[in-house]
């Protein structure tokens, strides 16, 4: 299963509002997490099942979605945030992951 | 809490094999598969397999079949990822990485990484 991701690149500002796509190219049902990675660090797990907060994960971060289209949400940037995000799904075998859309300041 | 170190970085020469080990500690090793993901310079991430610790049984992706064995060492709480005949673009960060729930696929706790740099 293929996860496209959009956009690969974004611009945003502290404080704002982002959102981030995920499209499978076939039906996942909510088998699918979000992560972010830093530069030089491993991913972190922020969501699973689609729209299940990770424990210890500020509550700033929200997923949606299910069958082929999935969103990440961010309500309100931190400069924390800054980074790049990743799905992947594990509704078919080998998981996979989309190519990931890094988010930076504007 | 859950921790989970991996071996260093290290250089290896085309055809050659390299052994990455994945120590964790904080948790009972044989409740959770360890998984191995790789992630090329400046490239996204792949799924390369997965170990049971408690069976030993491992689940290894396409790609990787003929080349990966994943083993571990239950006294000791390790898993080790070795990937031979290596090749260029073999260059890659290996992390390895715990599922959240026993036998999922949501990887929860996560090493530091292991960059395997492969040069002649």
């Known amino acids: 299963i293929q996860l496209t991701q959009s956009p690969s690149s974004l611009s945003a500002s502290v404080g704002d509002r982002v959102t981030i796509t995920c499209r499978a190219s076939q039906g996942i049902s909510s088998y699918l997490a979000w992560y972010q990675q830093k530069p030089g660090k491993a991913p972190k797990l922020l969501i699973y099942a689609a729209s299940t907060l990770q424990s210890g994960v500020p509550s700033r971060f929200s997923g949606s979605g299910s069958g082929t289209d999935f969103t990440l949400t961010i309500s309100s940037l931190q400069p924390e945030d800054f980074a790049t995000y990743y799905c992947q799904q594990l509704n078919s075998y080998p998981p996979t992951f989309g190519q990931g859309t890094r988010l930076e300041i504007k | 809490q859950v921790q989970v170190v991996q071996s260093g970085a290290e250089v290896q020469k085309p055809g050659a094999s390299v052994k990455v080990s994945c120590e964790t500690s904080g948790y009972t090793f044989t409740d959770f598969y360890i998984h191995w993901v790789r992630q090329a310079p400046g490239q996204g991430l792949e799924w390369m397999g997965r170990?049971?610790?408690?069976?030993?049984?491992?689940n290894y992706a396409q790609k990787f079949k003929d080349r990966v064995t994943m083993t571990r060492d239950t006294s000791i709480s390790t898993a080790y990822m070795e990937l031979a005949r290596l090749k260029s673009d073999d260059t890659a960060v290996y992390f390895c990485a715990r599922d959240l729930v026993y036998g999922d696929y949501y990887f929860g706790s996560w090493g530091q990484g292991t960059l395997i740099t492969v040069s002649s």
């Open positions: 170990i049971n610790p408690n069976s030993g049984v491992t």
